[in-house]
């Protein structure tokens, strides 16, 4: 069997649109020539599928990411890495006071497989969620063809480093052309001199060179990895599809132009600080906080996580603290 047909996804015939309707537990997803519509027990919702679709292939290529991915401020999922809470207004106090919302546990392979095929059908062709969409064809119409290339692009995952005999590929002009926005960015390389029988040991690249050729918006790349440590640095221009709630502290280097970020407590989506990023700006978000970047031109971020599987649970009971220096 496959793993599809092992998660037991579980979809319609294609609607009067054309697309396919998907249902997991007591949620249902539908969509329309405009819209997703997602309806559960206690409520329904609306989300443009342009926003949906962008969210979508997030939350799907990140496997659910670090703790909660908010495609708005009503639905959204919380990693807890082997199964994932699918919710409704769960972290929106109105919703909560109103009791209308909703949240269910899958196990990972369930919510990610009928993910994946709500990705996969919903996706049209021309249209590449993770594209900005200065640079995208348009989600709305009528079903039309697919973009499977553009839905399961090759996620960089260093194990060492880019560039090291083995792992992730530098980027060259026959791989990944420059983008238009970053055609300022100088393309020389570091020189290397490893002592003899070291050649596969030593490595060095130029990241500036390496992110000018990036063909994605908001998608992190773990760039080199030392035990816990991920560098995760992105491109990022318009705005980031997903509001992320962290489950542990982020650093965030702004390396080049600047990002605006809404930040908002995790579990109400009370504002608590609006944070402006240029160019060489450090910042760390709390670990009890969710926030959304608004990247005006096309700008570097490197993303810097600690990929330690006990932070979760030593933020949760308070022995890790939210903040990750007390002054
Ligand atoms: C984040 O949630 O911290 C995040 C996600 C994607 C990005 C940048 C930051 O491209
Ligand atoms: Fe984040």
Partial sequence: MSTTEMANVV?????????????????????????????????????????????????????????????????????????????????????????????????????????????????IEGFDPFASPAETGKPFGVKVGSN???????????????????????????????????????????????????????????????????????????VSQCKASLYCPTTEEYILPIIHGNDRVEWFVQLSDEIIWDVQDRDTGAPRAKVVMKAGDVAAMPGDIRHQGYSPKRSMLLVWENASAELPELIRTGRASVYPVDF
């Fill in 148 to 222: 499977v290339p553009a839905i399961t692009r090759h996620r960089v995952t260093a194990n060492r480093m880019v560039g090291v005999t083995g792992d992730e590929k530098v980027r060259t002009d026959a791989t990944h052309p420059i983008n238009r926005m970053f055609n300022d960015v100088t393309q020389d390389a570091p020189e290397l001199h490893p002592e003899p029988g070291f050649e596969d040991e030593v490595a060095a690249f130029n990241l500036f060179a390496y992110l000018s050729r990036s063909d994605v918006t908001w998608n992190p790349s773990v």
């Fill in 11 to 123: 979809a319609s015939a294609p609607n009067a649109d054309g697309y396919k309707e998907f249902s997991l537990g007591g949620f249902h997803f539908r969509r329309d020539e405009f819209f997703a519509h997602i309806t559960w027990p206690t409520g329904k919702h609306v989300i443009s599928v342009d926003a949906f679709l962008r969210a979508m292939q997030r939350d799907v290529a990140w496997d659910f990411f670090y703790g909660t991915v908010n495609f708005d401020g009503v639905l959204g999922t919380v990693n807890h890495y082997g199964t994932v809470d699918l919710f409704a207004g769960r972290y929106n106090d109105a919703y909560r006071k109103a009791e209308l919302d909703h949240v269910e546990n899958f196990d990972s392979p369930q919510i990610r497989e009928t993910f994946k095929a709500i990705l996969d059908d919903w996706t």
